[in-house]
Every structure is written in C-alpha cells, then in structure tokens.
C-alpha cells in the first residue's frame, strides 16, 4: 500500500527551463510533506517542506506547491541547473508518525 | 558538525548469513531511523529508535531487528539473508523523535546478498 506515489519515474529538462516534480498521496492525515534529493553514493538531503496549513513554500529557485483537496504536492524547480540532475524524492507525515517517502524521481537537466 | 556516519559503507553476504550495520547519528540527535531503498521502491521504513527504545516500525518480516545504545548509536541486524534483502541501506538521525520534521542521512550500506 504505497501511500505516497511518485508516478514518473524519470524527468528530462532542459537547463533553464522550469522542471515540474509530481507526488501524490492517499492518506488525509498527512500534515507535513518534504522534499529529498539523492545524488548517487550519497544519502538524501532534505530541500525544502510544506505544511498542511499552508498551499506554498518558496526558497529560492525550488518552490513547493500543496493542494489538500486533491492530495497533490509539486515542486518547481526554475531555472533548471545541471547540478539539480538527481533523483527526488517526496515524503509525507502525520503528526509525530514516521516518514513515509514516494518511490523517487529521477530528473535529468541537460544543457 | 559531523553527520551520520554509516559503516560499513560496502558488503557482500551469502544466503543464509547474518548482517549487522552501523550507525552514528549527528552529535546530539537522539532518534535514528533505518529504511531500505531498492529500485522502483523508494525508501522503506524499517524501524526507528528513540532514546534507546523502539518507538516505530515498519512492515519488514522479523529478520529485521535493530537497536539504539545509550550514546544513540544504533546497529540493526537481519539474520538469514536473502537474495531480496540486497538494497541499499540508510540511516537518518533528527535531534526529537516525531519525524515530523527533517532527517539528515548517512551514504549508506550497500549489501549485496548472493
């Protein structure tokens, strides 16, 4: 029971085009939604969060945009750099519970 | 600030043997937390430690143990290896349990069984 769905597994962009991350999820509880980027050989870094409570975040070229009525979160990535090349993932919590991570996005900007 | 170290970074087991992997969480942090990651799987809540108990755990059969010492180091262990247990395994560690907020990862342990 996959609760958080990342549906593409792979992106292509053009380097400074904007790149569109895509995740869903199913279980209402959530109220705190994260965004990972994975470089190969290395553990996820945390980039950027969103509560329920809110519909935006912005820091930066990557904003991350949330609608509760569709249990959708997007992250937007303008301009699109090389460097942003990894594999992304989401991941959602409720309350205190544990993290709950999508099966990733891997985006691949080129110049 | 050192960050969440992970040992052994590489192993190779047979099917069959048992596995233990390290970690040390960042100076401070009292939660750690294990997932899995394979391909086309994400990442796999294992289980999470909180001030040496367990304070949550994933859907993994019961050769999946671990632990957390009074320094906050944890190790978990899976006995009788199988060939799907190959993946990569990482640790996390947040200075409050709740996960609620943000993790910071080692590189994790890559382990192949054959």
């Known amino acids: 029971d996959q609760q958080v769905k990342q549906n593409s597994p792979s992106l292509s962009v053009q380097e400074g085009r904007i790149s569109i991350l895509n995740c869903d999820y199913t279980n209402s509880m959530f109220d705190y939604f994260l965004w990972y980027k994975k470089y190969p050989a290395e553990g996820p870094t945390f980039l950027i969060s969103i509560s329920s409570i809110k519909d935006k975040n912005e820091d930066g070229r990557f904003t991350v945009f949330l609608n509760k009525s569709a249990k959708h979160l997007s992250l937007h990535i303008v301009p699109s750099q090389p460097g942003d090349s990894a594999v992304y993932f989401c991941?959602?919590?409720?309350?205190?519970?544990?993290?709950?991570f999508g099966t990733g996005t891997r985006l691949q900007v080129f110049p | 600030k050192a960050g969440v170290t992970q040992t052994p970074r590489y192993l190779i087991k047979t099917r069959g043997q048992q596995v233990t992997l390290s970690c040390s969480p960042i100076?401070?942090?009292?939660?750690v937390s294990w997932y899995q990651q394979t391909p086309g799987q994400g990442l796999q809540f294992l289980f999470e430690?909180?001030?040496?108990?367990?304070?949550n755990k994933g859907n993994f059969p019961g050769r999946f143990s671990g632990r957390q010492f009074s320094n906050s180091r944890s190790e978990m262990n899976v006995s009788t290896l199988e060939l799907g247990d190959s993946a990569l395994y990482l640790c996390?560690?947040?200075?409050?349990?709740?996960?609620?907020?943000?993790?910071?990862f080692g590189e994790g342990s890559r382990l192949t069984v054959l």
């Open positions: 996390a560690s947040s200075y409050q349990t709740g996960q609620g907020g943000e993790l910071f």
């Open positions: 991941a959602a919590s409720a309350g205190t519970d544990k993290l709950i």
């Open positions: 430690y909180f001030s040496e108990t367990q304070r």
């Open positions: 100076s401070g942090h009292r939660s």
